[in-house]
């Protein structure tokens, strides 16, 4: 028995290698597991499930397709795709989660995540997190007329890509190490799996008493990476591109 976890792939038709790569991934090594958790940032920006874009419809064609095949998907979302619903869930093949979900990983209780949530120093983002989750700020979003919404992203994205990487300091972009002891003993686990930080590593700590390890996913702007678990193990791999 297989699973994987991917996250943070932000795919974009700007990056035509980071989407090859992933459907190489889905083609040869997503086809081997019984499941496959995506953790959020799957798309660099989503502004509705009513998007009708070729890219997009493409991308949930060939997930229906490893689903139709035997291997069940399952989706958090992120802080940039976090309007993803359940139309677009079912055109995919996918079972959406909530923002935290606690699974059973071959005998193992874990607590899987999308991560931003733990990153409570970055106040400003925390404000509109809280913000941008209401039901009445996505309500009037997605009022908005789709050609509105597509410029507010690109507008946002185009902002971005003008801040320096370092624009804030690490502690700041990085977990609460105090939040995630917090969560896991909130739901008596010893092991999480989050995305986001774009940090890949196994990280040791304690919690409920006991060890415990965060896992942390990795991004996919330089080559694809994702997380192998079997009854035996787990593994951080990487996968280049082509």
């Known amino acids: 028995m297989l699973t994987y976890f991917i996250a943070d792939l932000h795919l974009t038709q700007e990056r035509e290698d980071i989407t090859d790569c992933f459907l190489s991934f889905l083609r040869n090594e997503a086809p081997k597991a019984e499941k496959l958790y995506i953790l959020g940032d799957f798309f660099e920006f989503w502004v509705g499930d009513d998007d009708d874009d070729k890219f997009v419809l493409d991308i949930a064609a060939q997930l229906k397709v490893l689903s139709a095949n035997g291997t069940d998907l399952f989706f958090i979302v992120g802080n940039r795709d976090f309007l993803l619903g359940k139309k677009y869930a079912k055109k995919a093949g996918m079972t959406l989660l909530p923002d935290i979900q606690v699974i059973d990983l071959y005998g193992t209780k874990a607590v899987i995540m999308h991560g931003d949530s733990l990153c409570t120093n970055d106040l400003e983002y925390m404000?509109?997190?809280?913000?941008?989750?209401?039901?009445?700020?996505?309500?009037?979003?997605?009022?908005?007329?789709?050609?509105?919404?597509?410029?507010?992203?690109?507008?946002?994205?185009?902002?971005?890509?003008?801040?320096?990487?370092?624009?804030?300091?690490?502690?700041?972009?990085?977990?609460?190490?105090?939040?995630?002891?917090?969560?896991?003993?909130?739901?008596?686990?010893?092991?999480?799996?989050?995305?986001?930080?774009?940090?890949?590593?196994?990280?040791?700590?304690?919690?409920?008493?006991?060890?415990?390890?965060?896992?942390?996913?990795?991004?996919?702007?330089?080559?694809?990476?994702?997380?192998?678990v079997t009854e035996n193990g787990f593994e951080l791999l990487n996968q280049t591109f082509e």
């Open 127 to 228: 404000k509109f997190r809280k913000k941008s989750r209401s039901w009445w700020w996505q309500t009037i979003v997605r009022c908005l007329p789709l050609s509105t919404r597509k410029n507010m992203a690109r507008k946002y994205r185009a902002k971005v890509a003008m801040r320096p990487e370092n624009h804030k300091p690490q502690e700041i972009m990085d977990v609460t190490p105090i939040e995630v002891v917090k969560t896991l003993e909130q739901y008596n686990s010893q092991l999480m799996i989050h995305g986001h930080t774009h940090r890949p590593d196994v990280h040791q700590l304690s919690a409920n008493g006991k060890d415990a390890q965060r896992i942390v996913l990795g991004d996919w702007y330089e080559q694809g990476s994702y997380l192998k």
